[in-house]
């Protein structure tokens, strides 16, 4: 918990240790970052396709879920591709400096975001083509998550920390207030007895 707290401050100064750029834990493997990329990439062009498949329909709310689902999908591979940010950026300088934010962010928030924009469409429009591309979209988020989370401890520090949390919940239920349990009883009792 302490690696998801710590990254919460975001994106703005150096304020972090060696004036390093805030974004994915240094503990993150590398492969993971860019499982999470590709997984953006390939999940961003399946959603943009599905989605296009989505708005040939007679129906409203699947044309709105259609045109939401090719919104998000654009959104996830303009952010993931690495090719995408120099060769945009050229013609549309915004997004240029959009992708550059959002790299600069934490992983947590990019998961954030990309499971808000991955729920409209299969709520909208409940159909296989937008639960296959908008539930890709959900899966780049479910990377994004667990890289947020960070490096899982070693075997010897969880059989610790259990043991350690086994003897202090041992111990704080010797003290659990068995005093003021039973003079609670005594008062139900005289309740009781005082009725008869």
Known sequence: MQNFFSGMAGGGGGGEAGGAAPGPNDDTPIWMKYAAKGAGVV??????????????????????????????????????????????????????????????RPPWQRAAVYLVISLPPMLLCPAWYTIIGSGLVFAVSVLYAMMSLGKKASREEMSAAASMGKSESIQSGMKSGLVGNIQGQDVEAAKQGGKS
Do not use: D, N, R, Y
């Not at 709105?64 to 945009?88: D, K, N, R, Y």
């Open 43 to 104: 999940g961003g062009g399946f959603a943009v396709f599905l989605g296009v498949w989505c708005c040939i329909t007679i129906f409203p709310m699947c044309i709105v879920a259609g045109i939401w689902q090719i919104l998000s999908g654009l959104v996830v591979i303009f952010v993931e591709a690495p090719f995408c940010a120099p060769f945009c950026g050229q013609f549309i300088p915004p997004l240029a400096k959009f992708t550059q934010i959002v790299e600069a």
